[in-house]
C-alpha cells in the first residue's frame, strides 16, 4: 500500500539515494527544516516501511565477482508449485550468490541474478542448485552492464 509524500519527503528520499550518509543538517538545510525535524521524518519513513535499510554499494569487480548471470527457472507440469518455491527460495537464502530471487509471469516461473567470481563457480552454484530441485534452468551470462540501481524512481 502507497504512503503518502509531501515534496519534503520525496526530497528527503532522493537525497538518502544519492547518499544515505549525508548528514541531517544537510539534508534540512535543502529542504528547509531543522536536522531534528528530517530526522523525525526519516523515522516516520522507515516505521512506514517507505525506508527499508541503509546499504553499502560494492563493487563487485573489486571484489572478484567478475561473472553476472540470470538463472531462468521452470517448475515442470506435475510438480508442486508451492514446494518448488520454496526449496527455491530456500536455497536463495542460503547461497550468498544469489542477489535476487523474482517470481515472474510468462514462459518461466522464477528469475535468480547471481553474481560468481567465474564461470567454474557459476557451474558449481547451478550444480548446486540442481542438487535440490527437479526444476528446469537456463543461464544468461551477463556480456556488460550498462545501468544498474536500487534506486526507486520518486515523482
Known amino acids: ?20 550518509r549525508t548528514a541531517n543538517a544537510e539534508i534540512g538545510r535543502t529542504v528547509g527544516l531543522s536536522g531534528q525535524s528530517v530526522q523525525e521524518r526519516i523515522r516516520k519513513l522507515e516505521l512506514a516501511g517507505v ?36 526449496t527455491i527460495r530456500a536455497f536463495s537464502a542460503q547461497e550468498s550468490e544469489v542477489l535476487e530471487q523474482h517470481g515472474v ?34 543461464t544468461i551470462i551477463v556480456l556488460g552492464t550498462r545501468k544498474e540501481t536500487q534506486r526507486a524512481p520518486i515523482s
Open 1 to 20: 500500500m502507497a504512503v503518502e509524500l509531501d515534496e519534503i519527503d520525496r526530497t528527503i528520499l532522493r537525497l538518502l539515494q544519492e547518499n544515505a
Open 51 to 86: 525506508i527499508r535499510g541503509y546499504e553499502v554499494v560494492l563493487d563487485s569487480a573489486a571484489l572478484g565477482l567478475e561473472v553476472t548471470a540470470f538463472i531462468e527457472i521452470t517448475v515442470p507440469t506435475g510438480r508442486d508449485y508451492a514446494d518448488e518455491a520454496q
Open 105 to 138: 509471469a510468462g514462459d518461466i516461473d522464477m528469475v535468480l541474478k547471481v553474481r560468481c567470481r567465474d564461470i567454474p563457480h557459476l557451474n558449481a552454484l547451478t550444480n548446486r542448485l540442481h542438487a535440490v530441485t527437479r526444476s528446469h534452468t537456463k
